[in-house]
């Protein structure tokens, strides 16, 4: 009975501490790692996401490129850090792509780190020369109908999520299309400006740039509707591609064990500035949507996603690292 008494008490000593420590929840600055170098999708979104927590908070929010193996060396700078929500790790869609890249991770991919929440929603979009080929979605996979793997296509490397992608649309479609990896999504989109490859499959924010200069045409983007700052594009299944929906999320991660509160307290923060005019307008600024999942409705798209990806991987000719 003593025993009891006192483990009751120890339970409420830690509670109470815990509610404590997420009462005064920041009261240090918050580490946010970003698993790859500056100036990239998830570098720019979780930036903009940091700033707008800081001025929420008062407290301070930055940002650290710590890049290397597909995000991997990055991410298990957070795995290993102190569970108190000082810090977390950004990333993308990619994250439900690790284990179909990986043969062996460094570390578990479903409990090492708990999600905390994602927010803004890329679209991906099919990108082809402003100037030149296919006018219509339609086009393009008929075209690759005719001649199999004779179409091709540019990504950032074989395992990336454009990669992957571009196989999902040609299993959607029941098309072989010929993939062209270069060193980058960057390298990609100026082969294709440059007619080397005849499409690209691009998040809408790293390609809107050459789209609203003249250069790039996108043909669909995903999601369930057209984005406001494109709304001559039609979505795949508009184009005749139902089954199709690929969207790239940004989202925070925080290592195992940080305390509910803490984790609630920066879900409360998130969803507020995900309301703000600020961040639904640079959303869209930028080909995006502006959103937001709790924690559990993230854990729950993570399983399904790397579900998804991993049935897109067993019909992929690509070997594991």
């Known amino acids: 009975m003593k025993k009891s008494v006192a483990a009751l008490v120890g339970a409420a000593v830690l509670t109470a501490a815990t509610l404590v420590h997420a009462q005064g929840y920041p009261a240090k600055p918050v580490k946010i790692i970003v698993p790859y170098p500056p100036g990239g999708a998830v570098d720019v979104v979780t930036r903009k996401m940091a700033a707008q927590l800081q001025a929420q908070t008062g407290q301070t929010f930055f940002v650290e490129n710590k890049a290397g193996a597909t995000g991997t060396i990055g991410i298990?700078?957070?795995?290993?850090a102190p569970a108190d929500g000082y810090t977390l790790v950004a990333n993308d869609t990619t994250y439900a792509l690790l284990p179909h890249i990986f043969k062996k991770l460094p570390f578990d991919h479903q409990k090492d780190l708990q999600p905390v929440s994602a927010f803004v929603f890329a679209p991906m979009g099919v990108a082809v020369r402003a100037d030149g080929g296919p006018k219509t979605l339609g086009e393009l996979i008929a075209a690759a109908k005719a001649q199999p793997e004779k179409v091709t296509y540019g990504t950032g490397g074989a395992g990336t999520m454009p990669h992957?992608?571009?196989?999902?649309?040609?299993?959607?479609?029941?098309?072989?299309?010929?993939?062209?990896?270069?060193?980058?999504?960057?390298?990609a989109t100026m082969a294709l400006l440059s007619g080397t490859i005849e499409f690209q499959i691009a998040s809408t924010p790293g390609i809107i740039g050459q789209v609203k200069g003249g250069k790039a045409r996108l043909l669909?983007?995903?999601g369930e509707q057209r984005l406001p700052l494109l709304p001559d594009v039609p979505t795949f299944a508009q184009a005749g591609i139902k089954d199709f929906s690929v969207v790239n999320f940004t989202g925070l991660w925080a290592p195992k064990g940080t305390p509910a509160a803490v984790v609630t307290r920066l879900q409360k923060e998130i969803a507020e500035a995900m309301a703000s005019d600020e961040m639904k307008s640079y959303a869209q600024s930028i080909a995006a949507l502006p959103g937001y999942w709790d924690a559990g409705t993230f854990a729950k798209m993570l399983g399904e996603r790397t579900a998804y990806w991993g049935k897109i991987a067993g019909?992929?000719?690509?070997?594991?690292?």
């Open 220 to 222: 669909a983007v995903s």
């Open 164 to 187: 992957f992608a571009s196989e999902a649309l040609g299993i959607a479609t029941g098309v072989k299309f010929m993939h062209v990896p270069f060193k980058g999504a960057g390298e």
């Open 76 to 80: 298990m700078s957070v795995v290993h």
């Open 315 to 321: 019909n992929t000719a690509f070997e594991r690292q």
